[in-house]
């Protein structure tokens, strides 16, 4: 999961440099004088980038589920903290996706829809391959 988290952070990073030169650049040829607000939309891409790089130990260390006989509880939050708990009776549909970076490190994203509830979706993000069948094998969920 952390290197997934790693390389999207460095892909944003990226692409958030490159859309920030271009406008550099045009904003220069067009005005000089109003090329200072894409050096400080770019400047605050890289300090959100690094940011988001550095927070991913912590933002890893925040996300907890647990598949008892009754639940699935699904704990995250890093500043704000929210608990999830879904009964297995509301479960209706339980389906996996992955993208091409989680099928080269073999993770999928799996998502519970529910019945009858505020959040009607709970996501588990980047779980193993293999742990999201073996989940949606025990909610009865066949692939």
Known sequence: MIPLWRIQAI?????????????????????????????????????GSLAQLAAIP?????????????????????FVHATMLVPRNRIQNVTTEAGPLQRRFELSSLTVHTAGMRTPN??????GRDIARRIRTELGHQD
């Open 11 to 47: 892909i944003g990073l990226v692409v958030g440099l490159s859309v920030f030169g271009l406008g550099f650049l045009v904003l220069d040829d067009m005005s000089p004088r109003w090329s200072w607000i894409a050096l400080l939309l770019g400047g605050l891409a890289v300090i």
């Open 122 to 127: 709970v996501v588990i993000p980047a779980v």
């Open 58 to 78: 912590i933002r890893y260390r925040q996300w907890r589920w647990s598949l008892d006989g009754d639940r699935l509880a699904v704990e995250e939050g890093v």
